[in-house]
């Protein structure tokens, strides 16, 4: 296991490093101690490079982050990528130069991260994947995976969707629109593959995926592109949505095309945030798969154990459960996010 403490550093100088791209947003977020501490003194440092701020779950898993960290005492450096690989390379990079404890980051999508993880390596800070996990043939380039099992979620989505459609009384054929995450990035790969593998196994009569492409895990997103399926497969009649803000997004079209959203198009969703059960206490999403953004204190519990060189879990899961329209009213109250 690597530790800093345990080991010279080897001075990083990667020139590109020292600035993040012009379009990155970056904060240094401390508990009120000189950030320059970082390794030298008891005080831990801890550089985050976040996906973005594209969904309502991405805020509130920002939110969790910093939160833990303050509550944790470290001193944290958090970078925003809007969404661009390029940009979490770049904060990455910066980290090293800086010479922070640990690194944490949830990769935008799952290729791509090799060179600049082996740089992370030769700087001996350890790095650990939150929320979304990346492919690489080089297993020493991070130390733990902390996040969903988004195959799982897939497959959760498609037996909610059974339920939902007994409920709605469905007869006949089951027309599936699927709004994908980002393209490349492991909730968009896996949520699809798990979906597809119950549908697959268990409906390959009676269910058809027609139509499906990304909305990019943005309202924005989910609404242009469910006009766009309205348009090219009026018959449609079910939505599975890879998260609630496309599915969001997708109910404005919906209403704009003359149609009922949770009636005349049963909707199924991903991640459980509080604007998604709203929309499921009005009925307008049947049923939601929650998919935990709270990761914040788990996070900081296993930085604090790679900081002191202790021996990890490789992959933690996160805790989540599922939703169905009846139990949203009495559930808005306590969600956390
Ligand atoms: C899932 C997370 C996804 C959410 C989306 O863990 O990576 O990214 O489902 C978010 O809302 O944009």
Redesign the pocket.
Known sequence: MLSRRNFLTAAVGVAAAGGLAACAKEDDSSSGSDSSSGGGGKKITLGFAQ??S?????TA?TKSVKEAAKDAGYTLKFSDAQQKQENQISAIRSYIAQKVNVIAF?PVVVTGWDAVLKEAKTAKIPVILT??SIETSDDSLYVSFI??D?IDEGRRAAKMLEKVLEKAGHKGAVKIAQLE??TG???AIERAKGFKEIMDAEHKDDWKVVVSQTGD??RAGGKQVMAAFLQSNPDINVLYA????MALGAIQSIEAAGKKPGKDILIVS??G?KDGFVAMSEGKINGIVE?N?LLGPQLMELVKKVNDGETVERRIKTKEGDFLQEQAKEALPTRKY
């Open positions: 996906v973005g594209e969904s309502g779950w991405r898993n949830s929320d979304r996040g969903s988004f995450g980002t990035a492991a909730p895990f943005t890879h998260n609630d803000d991903v991640d945030v998919c953004p």
